[in-house]
């Protein structure tokens, strides 16, 4: 069974900088493109960047372009979220989410989410 560990959240003042990491478990991990994802209180959840499995093609949300970084590491089964110029509207639960081979912006289309990890801006 596959399971996501997301770690790295915590509380930053504007301008700061968080790196989020996300620990696979279960399965082959450089068959899956993996994304990050956030949810604000009273949203949907939102797509923020996505990586291919090979690590060689990104995909950012507009808002975060320049700002956060995704990269992975397969020999370690890990995703990261570096997180840079952080904003009090980058406040959210971020979550990363495994899809079977291929990148997507939509969060349906992903087959599994770890639990979250809580990133507060102050401003």
């Known amino acids: 069974q596959v399971q996501l560990v997301e770690s790295g959240g915590g509380l930053v003042q504007a301008g700061g900088s968080l790196r989020l990491s996300c620990a696979y478990s279960?399965?082959?991990?450089?068959?899956?493109?993996m994304g990050w994802f956030r949810q604000a209180p009273g949203k949907e959840r939102e797509f923020v960047a996505t990586?291919?499995?090979?690590?060689?093609?990104?995909y950012y949300v507009d808002s975060v372009k320049g700002r956060f970084t995704i990269s992975r590491d397969n020999a370690k089964n890990t995703v990261y979220l570096q997180m840079n110029s952080l904003k009090p509207e980058d406040t959210a639960i971020y979550y990363c989410?495994?899809?079977?081979?291929?990148?997507?912006?939509?969060?349906?289309?992903?087959?599994?989410w770890g639990q979250g990890t809580q990133v507060t801006v102050s401003s």
């Open positions: 989410g495994a899809r079977l081979y291929s990148t997507s912006s939509y969060p349906d289309e992903y087959d599994y």
């Open positions: 279960g399965g082959t991990f450089s068959s899956y493109a």
């Open positions: 990586i291919t499995w090979s690590g060689d093609s990104t």
